[in-house]
Structures are given as structure tokens and as C-alpha cells.
């Protein structure tokens, strides 16, 4: 990508004993003291010899609906900027229009419906480690000029914020050896209430299917997705199934 090297000395914005739990803290006050919309980030591919869950590693501020739809979806597995990624060693940018000409319809569909939450263009940085591992961090403007020259301006702090996180969640993920179908046991309500969520259903409509209150239903919901260690309990409720942890 024109413009932009890798510095050989780079300025965080972690402190040294940050643990990527504060990475949402740090990275969204990066982006907003940038002037930037959002920032995103996603392991695509585990050390080898490791087992983690992906999914587990998605960090972000994208608002709480569209990672719900993107996670829900899979929109990961289709996703053009992921595809990108998986090839690319440098990092480029991406956005609505011209970008989209080469990809399919799936694909081309992620894009139309992000841009109802402004996420509209971006700069990605693909990161590989050297025991094969490989992960995404983005940030995000709905201002494609705006996000260039911002982009150009800060890129050391951009890529120190794109190894820092991939190295901190990576660790994290390793050391907590977290295994789903060993390790969480959940109640017959919470596995109701990711059973029916996988089902497209509401909270409300869960409440009146259980004989249980709206706040009880998002309460195992909660519970749930805290056990499982993920962001919502539409990504709960994905977990859950993969994971066999319910039918």
C-alpha cells in the first residue's frame, strides 16, 4: 500500500501490564482521539498446536447490533476484508464501490449492510506470527478521505496498536486454555434461551414462550454468555451450538 512502511520503532498505546480485557478501553479511545469511527479485531487463524475458539478473540467497537448480525451470520467466513487478509502481507485499504467490483454477492452483502452502521471504509493490517498464527485489525472512518489522511499521519501508532493487540490476545487465549465442552456447564434455562435465540427469536418472545419475564429470559442469556466468554448471547448462542453445548 503506497504511503504507508512498517517503522522499526513504534510508540503503544497499552501500558506493560495491560491485558487485552482493556484492549476495547484502549483501542476506542485511540480511535477516537484519531478521529476515527471504530477499530476491529479478529484472529484469523490459531497457533499451531493451539486450540482456542477464534471467535473468542473478536475485539471491537462496532456498535452492539451489527456485531450481533456479523457474528450471528458468520459473516467472518464471507467477509471481503477477510478474504483479503488472508492473503495480503501488506496492509490495505477497503471500502464501498470500486473495492466491491471483484467479489460476489455474499460477499458484496457484508459491505451493503454494514453501511447502515457507517462503516463504510477502512484500513487493514494483517499480522502473522512465527508460530503460524494470523490475525486482522482494522480501524474505521465513514470518511474514506478523512481516513487516509489519518491513516498516513499516525500509521506507527496504527501498527503498534494492530501487534500489540494481536500479542496480548494471543497470550491471553493460550494461557487461559479455555475449552467450551469441558470447561462450562449450563443451566436447562440458559441452554433454552441460546436454543431459541439461534431460532431468531426475541427476548420477549422467549419470555412468553418460557412463562418466564423479558428480564429473567436476558439474565440466562447474560449468564450464558458470560460463561462462554463472549461478547453477546447471539454469539453465545453460535458458541453454544458448535460447541454441541446445545441441540
Known amino acids: 500500500m503506497n504511503g504507508l512502511m512498517t517503522p522499526w520503532l513504534i510508540e503503544s498505546d497499552y501500558e506493560a501490564d495491560d491485558s487485552s480485557g482493556q484492549i476495547n478501553v484502549r483501542m476506542g479511545a485511540m480511535v477516537r482521539e484519531l478521529g476515527l469511527d471504530h477499530f476491529a479485531f479478529l484472529v484469523l487463524r490459531p497457533p499451531l498446536n493451539s486450540h482456542f475458539d477464534v471467535t473468542d478473540t473478536f475485539r471491537t467497537s462496532y456498535p452492539d447490533a451489527w456485531i450481533n448480525r456479523y457474528m450471528a451470520l458468520r ?33 458484496r452483502r457484508v459491505f451493503d449492510e454494514a453501511r447502515a452502521y ?23 472512518s465513514s470518511d474514506r478521505r478523512h481516513l487516509h489522511d489519518v491513516t498516513r499521519c499516525a500509521h506507527s501508532r496504527i501498527f503498534a496498536a494492530a501487534f500489540d493487540t494481536h500479542d496480548r490476545v494471543i497470550h491471553e487465549m493460550e494461557a487461559n486454555g479455555f475449552n467450551p465442552e469441558t470447561d462450562v456447564e449450563l443451566s436447562i434455562r440458559e441452554r433454552e434461551c441460546l436454543a431459541w435465540t439461534l431460532e431468531g427469536k426475541t427476548a420477549g418472545e422467549i ?40 441441540q
Open 75 to 107: 459473516y467472518f467466513e464471507v467477509d471481503p476484508v477477510v478474504t483479503l487478509a488472508r492473503k495480503n502481507i501488506r496492509p490495505f485499504y477497503w471500502g464501498q464501490g470500486r473495492f466491491l467490483r471483484k467479489f460476489k454477492k455474499p460477499q
Open 118 to 140: 457507517k462503516i463504510n471504509y477502512g484500513l487493514s493490517i494483517s499480522v502473522r506470527g512465527a508460530d503460524g498464527e494470523l490475525s486482522i485489525f482494522n480501524v474505521v
Open 207 to 246: 419470555a412468553t414462550i418460557l412463562n418466564l419475564s423479558v428480564s429473567t429470559v436476558n439474565h440466562h442469556a447474560s449468564s450464558a454468555s458470560h460463561k462462554l466468554g463472549t461478547l453477546n448471547k447471539h454469539h453465545a448462542a453460535v458458541k453454544a451450538l458448535r460447541t454441541g453445548l446445545v
